[in-house]
């Protein structure tokens, strides 16, 4: 047996193992669709089927950071009766506003411009995170069984190389690596199938992309990441099924992303900023960007007598059709994020995560009836690619690349034909597919061709500093364990990163993890402060050096979100 380790291990112990007829990896809106479908289909036959969710969070839902706009496609094919069985989503989507902000005032574009495709009529808006926690309930009814609190973090393979199971991570392990007396080992989970549905930029799913090459066929997969705040505003002010968008100001036209300003619920406004990692500037600070953003005439009025009530960040996945690895391997399969399955003109992934729960559930059940195991579920993959989830990513494979490449203001109105075309021609458009190019890291330019952003300084009332933010995530980790954001060589922030790229850490880390400290010695020193990671990735991604390898931590570690 060989594993790929995703966290340090205390040492070489037995460790206790289940059996399994299906281990799924990550309790988000993939991997509860996949559990809920396997449990449903099995039951009305009469079978018998074991199904566990492993989640890292400390419960379902503490970990989910999303818009959300949610299109019900999925759940319509999940759970048709969703709405009578008390799904939290009840706001309609009313109204779309797009907005092209400049630095002082603002264009308003109209709907009758956008491709249909772009139109949230039909749509709901709410916590993707209280979605996914009703899931998670809907899963154990069925007889799943969910456990929260408890992170993958390593991959089983038998001597084949085939894929059999993962294990969880001891607890109890030093910051030093030994053991301490609290120290429990982690348990193998061994199933006929292992589901991997860890979301954007996935631990394990990274070291499976790289064993089984399984994106030699692909181009790079591209990331933006996404901070996000939750508003209670005044009633005079909310205008509930609202949704907005923007895009220019406060980003410059060469570096991509926008805002969403979504209003649902009581009183609830969700705001928050993307911005593509591929940017440039080593000195921006998306964090600062969305601060920013906050206080554009356009935008601040909404906030005025309200209270920002939650915060947090996550990446999302942005490559779409042509980044999608190949999906199966023996013994297992990627769903919705881990692949990369969100249409990213529309910022929707969910409905794609849990249609492709279905699809990989749909797969292994019929492998487990004909008596298959550790084999690949091509007929997973061949529903992804021809079904409903590759025709949405296929109308709009070209708008990133367009917008990349041309800059926002004319690669959006490329985008904007393009999308028309494959909406008008069947998706095969103007007929070409562009390439993304590089990675997002190997965008990252020298700190020498840029000059530092001069960020406003926060009001703590609209605009806050990062610490501040981040007590708003309900973070926390247990202080004495081995420090999960691991350096591959310890020197390079300071040898190689601080002079070529101004250690870029200090400002894309959402969460104020990593500092530029003066040390003893009077030297510059780095300084990880990993209590404070909200498991965003974005380091994993953006780090120019790709030194930073990022583990789960203790499982129940990092944000107790609520509502996002
Ligand atoms: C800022 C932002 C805005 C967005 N807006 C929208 C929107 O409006 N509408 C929309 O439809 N989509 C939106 N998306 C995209 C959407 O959130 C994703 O497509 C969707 O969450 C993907 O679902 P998933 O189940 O694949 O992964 P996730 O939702 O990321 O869930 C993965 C789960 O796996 C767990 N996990 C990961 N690794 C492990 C491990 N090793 N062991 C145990 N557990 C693990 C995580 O803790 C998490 O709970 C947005 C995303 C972002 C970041
Ligand atoms: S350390 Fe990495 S994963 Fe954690 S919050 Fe910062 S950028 Fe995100």
């Given at each position: 047996m060989t594993t790929d380790a995703g966290a340090p291990s205390a040492t070489e112990v037995e460790r206790e193992s289940m059996e399994f007829d299906v281990v799924i990896v990550g309790a988000g809106p993939a991997g509860l669709a996949a559990a809920i479908r396997l449990k449903q289909q099995a039951d009305a036959a009469g079978e018998e089927l074991n199904v566990v969710v492993l989640e890292k969070?400390?419960?379902?839902?503490?970990h989910i950071l999303s818009?959300?706009?949610?299109?019900p496609v999925g759940l319509d094919a999940l759970i048709p009766d969703w709405r009578e069985q008390g799904a939290p989503l009840t706001t309609e989507v009313k109204r779309d506003k797009f907005l092209v902000l400049g630095p002082a005032g603002e264009l308003s574009l109209p709907?009758?411009?956008?491709?249909?495709?772009?139109?949230?009529?039909g749509n709901y808006i709410g916590s993707l995170g209280d979605v996914t926690r009703w899931l998670g309930e809907q899963a154990e009814a069925l007889g799943v069984e969910v456990y929260p609190g408890?992170?993958?973090?390593e991959v089983l393979y038998d001597k084949d190389g085939v894929v059999y199971g993962v294990a969880t991570g001891d607890m109890g392990?030093?910051?030093?690596?030994e053991p301490k007396d609290t120290y429990t080992p982690g348990m193998e989970l061994h199933g006929k199938y292992v589901l991997f549905?860890?979301?954007?930029?996935?631990s394990l799913t990274k070291g499976l992309i790289r064993r089984f090459e399984?994106?030699?066929?692909?181009?790079p997969q591209k990331f933006g990441i996404g901070i996000k705040e939750v508003w209670e505003v005044a009633p005079d002010k909310h205008q509930p099924g609202l949704v907005q968008h923007t895009f220019g100001w406060p980003l410059d036209s060469r570096t991509g992303g926008g805002s969403f300003l979504y209003h649902y619920g009581d009183n609830l406004v969700a705001v928050g900023f993307v911005v593509h990692?591929?940017?440039?500037?080593?000195?921006?600070s998306p964090y600062d960007e969305f601060q920013r953003y906050k206080t554009h005439p356009a935008i601040a009025p909404t906030f005025e007598g309200g209270k920002r009530i939650a915060y947090g960040a996550r990446a999302i996945t942005e490559g779409g059709w042509q980044s999608l690895?190949?999906?199966?391997?023996p013994g297992g399969a990627l769903l919705g994020c881990a692949a990369g399955m969100v249409n990213v003109p529309r910022i929707k992934g969910s409905h794609n995560a849990i249609l492709s729960g279905i699809a990989a559930a749909d797969a292994a059940l019929e492998a487990i009836r004909a008596?298959?195991?550790?084999?690949?579920?091509t007929t997973y993959e061949q529903e992804v690619r021809t079904g409903k989830i590759g025709w949405d990513l296929k109308l709009v494979r070209n708008v990133k690349p367009l917008w990349s490449k041309f800059g926002t203001y004319v690669g959006i109105a490329l985008g904007g034909l393009d999308m028309w075309a494959n909406q008008i021609l069947y998706?095969?458009?103007?007929?070409y597919t562009l390439k993304h190019g590089k990675p997002d890291y190997a965008a990252t330019g020298k700190a020498s061709s840029y000059k530092p952003i001069d960020y406003p300084k926060p009001d703590g009332k609209l605009t806050f500093d990062k610490l501040t933010s981040v007590s708003f995530s309900a973070t926390n980790h247990e202080?004495?364990?081995?420090?999960?954001?691991?350096?591959?060589?310890?020197?390079?922030?300071?040898?190689?990163n601080l002079p070529?790229?101004?250690?870029?850490a200090q400002r894309y880390?959402?969460?104020?993890?990593?500092e530029v400290v003066e040390g003893d010695d009077g030297k510059p020193r780095f300084q990880i402060?990993?209590?404070?990671?909200?498991?965003?990735?974005t380091c994993d991604i953006k780090d120019p050096s790709q030194n930073i390898n990022w583990v789960c931590p203790e499982?129940?570690?990092?944000p107790n979100y609520t509502g996002m």
């Open positions: 969070g400390s419960e379902v839902g503490a818009g959300a706009v949610i299109d709907n009758f411009m956008m491709p249909p495709l772009m139109n949230n009529h408890f992170a993958a973090s392990v030093g910051r030093d690596g549905a860890e979301g954007a930029r996935g399984l994106d030699k066929d692909s181009e990692l591929n940017y440039a500037n080593p000195y921006l690895p190949k999906l199966v391997f008596g298959r195991s550790g084999d690949e579920l998706g095969i458009g103007f007929g202080e004495h364990q081995p420090v999960h954001l691991q350096l591959k060589d310890p020197a390079i922030p300071i040898l190689v070529e790229y101004a250690e870029p880390c959402p969460a104020g993890v990593y402060n990993a209590q404070n990671c909200v498991h965003c990735k499982g129940g570690g990092g």
